[in-house]
């Protein structure tokens, strides 16, 4: 067994690569129920944010099993493998564990040390649980993840003014506009992405602000929390004539296909006063003509990269603190994975101590008569097993706590030796 993730992120694709493979939770268990098809994968799990897709695997066979991780991407995004494959990253065992843990803690992040990415990974890790994704190695590497991911951001201070993308938005908004204070901002929807942007604009001083989304409930729960300033809010059959009337738009919805493009934009707007369009959202909201209109200036994502560079370089102290406290937890996750290969030792032990004594117990029982044994076998089993329990817990837990992995495995010949265990189903080389 192997643990890989194939992947790729902001670090490695276009805006127009990652959108193409975006995988929506809606889509997930269709696509976990793909990828563990194929006959090389044994569990999976998918982490799908804005920034990245990572397709996190245990494989039986390493080669293969990545091999139709990169085929099943290639199957989803209708890119030719060839194309797809300059973009995408394979990391094997150790790497994979630390990179996950890297994520989890925000040191992979576009914003570093960003904090929005350990939720991500938490519903990732709920989310491949429900539909069957996850088995015994991705279930304790994603916990292991998260509790990488927590230890970092109270141990250290990566997180003490972190920006999200959100606010990184926010900030190059304010690079390109004279006045936040005076301008007119429309959000469209009503999500997390969007609170953090009504949060990061009120905090910089913009007080006109509307949100457009297609359930209004939302939108009135999304307005309640901030009742410093009075948010307008429009049904999205309103949405062309609340961008008609804004200076800045920001859209972060969860529409697969641009919601706004020249055509519609041309209807509606001036062409005496300038529009700033931010874009956040992966799959893009914005089509590309959009940058053809001469009085329209449209951003996306990937333009954050010179705002997030300012608040870098700060954070680096940070992060190497922070990547201290990973090498811990790898290291820990490490051991654990180790002492897998002890697991058919003692099950194996276990098997027979639950022979010898069931065998024992019944010959017990057949001397005690009928009326005594049905009267007390409940006792008497859980005695026996109490007792094998008892005699078995020692050796099982110095087995799997031995960090020296030649002293576990003559450990484990020992106990096959001196209880004639079948070694056939031993583990220890598949791992």
Request: aromatic content about 4%; proline content about 2%.
């Amino acid at each position: 067994m192997n643990i890989a993730v194939v992947g790729l992120s902001h670090k490695t694709a276009p805006v127009e690569i990652r959108e193409k493979l975006s995988i929506p939770e809606a889509q997930t268990e269709s696509a976990i129920a793909q990828l563990k098809n194929y006959p090389h994968i044994e569990e999976v799990a998918i982490l799908s944010t804005c920034n990245r897709l990572e397709i996190y695997v245990v494989l039986s066979e390493t080669e293969q099993g990545i091999s139709e991780v990169r085929q099943f991407l290639s199957d989803y995004s209708k890119l030719h493998l060839g194309e797809l494959r300059r973009h995408l990253f394979i990391l094997l065992h150790e790497d994979a564990v630390m990179h996950l843990m890297r994520v989890s803690a925000g040191l992979d992040s576009l914003v570093l040390g960003e904090g929005q990415i350990l939720a991500q990974v938490k519903n990732t890790h709920k989310v491949c649980q429900q539909y069957k994704g996850v088995g015994r190695i991705l279930n304790q590497l994603l916990k292991a993840a998260l509790t990488a991911g927590k230890r970092v951001r109270t141990e250290t201070n990566i997180g003490t003014g972190a920006v999200s993308i959100s606010s990184a938005a926010v900030e190059l908004a304010q690079i390109k506009v004279s006045c936040l204070t005076t301008s007119r901002v429309t959000i469209l929807g009503a999500g997390k992405m969007s609170r953090l942007l009504v949060q990061h604009l009120i905090s910089k001083g913009a007080t006109q602000i509307c949100i457009v989304n297609r359930s209004m409930q939302r939108a009135q729960e999304l307005a309640k929390q901030f009742s410093e300033v009075e948010i307008q809010l429009h049904p999205l059959s309103e949405m062309m004539s609340a961008i008609a009337s804004a200076d800045i738009v920001f859209t972060s919805t969860s529409a697969t296909e641009p919601i706004l493009n020249r055509s519609k934009l041309e209807a509606v707007l001036d062409d005496s006063r300038s529009l700033m369009l931010f874009d956040i959202s992966v799959p893009r909201n914005v089509a590309a003509d959009v940058n053809e209109i001469s009085h329209v200036h449209a951003f996306n994502v990937d333009d954050l990269k010179a705002v997030v560079a300012q608040n870098q370089e700060s954070r680096r102290q940070m992060a190497q603190e922070a990547e201290a406290l990973l090498e811990e937890e790898v290291a820990a996750f490490d051991m654990w994975w180790r002492s897998l290969e002890t697991v058919s030792t003692i099950s194996c032990l276990r098997d027979k101590m639950e022979t010898i004594r069931t065998q024992e117990l019944e010959k017990a029982l057949s001397r005690l008569g009928t009326e005594f044994a049905e009267r007390h076998q409940e006792v008497i089993e859980a005695l026996t097993r109490g007792i094998v329990n008892k005699i078995l817990h020692d050796p099982m837990v110095q087995l799997r706590a031995q960090q020296d992995i030649e002293a576990r495995r003559r450990a484990m010949q020992s106990l096959q030796v001196l209880f004639n265990l079948s070694t056939e189903t031993q583990s220890g080389e598949a791992i």
